[in-house]
């Protein structure tokens, strides 16, 4: 079933607004991923965490791996419409996982207006 | 250095007949993943592969869907008697080992069953 809660489901900000959106889990993961997936493609990896604690840049994003190893956040400064898309959290359980088996969030629709 | 390759894009079947899709991995790459994403969901893994070999089929239904990753050629994700509820987006990912930042996505066959 659905290990992942990600929230929110959809946002409409403002060009150059900062958005941040964030996954949860009553699970323990040892990696989290965080993906963007335009319209008819598949996912880009964006940012990768493997320990807790790590926080991450890649431009105008960052992300986190939470102490507790249950969730993982990312933030977009400054956005712009390019960053229309859908972002996914991903990840690596703990407990019963394999090293190469995802488990997906449902993903969070971002809207930005110009 | 092209990237993962699916095809066909689009797939429209009726109830009962058999889809046949189609990746070509990375240059370099041995493993093969097959994820499947249903309307307004995250990516749930079906399958991983490496040459001539399936080493997880643990997300794949037992009837109806079997996949295959041959010496040459792409490797196939097949499914018979297809029924509504196999609408869907399937992805493929291919990495050069089994670390999870090293996976990397087609742009996904949408199968549409009518």
């Known amino acids: 079933g659905q290990q992942l809660n990600q929230s929110p489901q959809s946002m409409f900000i403002q060009e150059g607004e900062d958005v941040s959106m964030n996954c949860t889990s009553s699970?323990?993961?040892?990696?989290w991923l965080w993906y963007k997936q335009d319209p008819g493609e598949g996912p880009v990896l964006l940012i990768a965490l493997y320990k807790a604690g790590e926080l991450t840049s890649n431009g105008r994003l960052t992300a986190q791996f939470g102490i507790t190893r249950k969730d993982s956040f990312l933030n977009i400064s400054a956005s712009i419409p390019s960053d229309v898309g859908i972002y996914f959290c991903?990840?690596?359980?703990?407990?019963?996982?394999?090293?190469?088996?995802?488990?997906f969030g449902k993903g969070t629709l971002l809207t930005v207006n110009p | 250095n092209a990237g993962v390759m699916q095809n066909p894009r689009h797939l429209v079947r009726r109830r009962g007949q058999e889809a046949r899709l189609r990746c070509s991995p990375m240059?370099?790459?041995?493993?093969v993943y097959w994820y499947r994403q249903l309307p307004e969901e995250g990516l749930k893994f079906m399958v991983y592969l490496q040459k001539e070999n399936i080493i997880d089929e643990s997300g794949m239904p037992k009837e109806r869907f079997s996949a295959e990753f041959p010496k040459e050629g792409p490797s196939i994700l097949r499914i018979q008697q297809v029924v509504r509820g196999d609408s869907a987006a399937y992805f493929c990912?291919?990495?050069?080992?089994?670390?999870?930042?090293?996976?990397?996505f087609g742009p996904g066959t949408r199968l549409t069953v009518t």
């Open positions: 699970s323990i993961f040892n990696t």
């Open positions: 990912a291919s990495s050069p080992g089994t670390a999870l930042h090293e996976q990397y």
């Open positions: 991903a990840g690596q359980l703990s407990s019963g996982g394999s090293n190469y088996k995802l488990t």
């Open positions: 240059k370099g790459h041995s493993h």
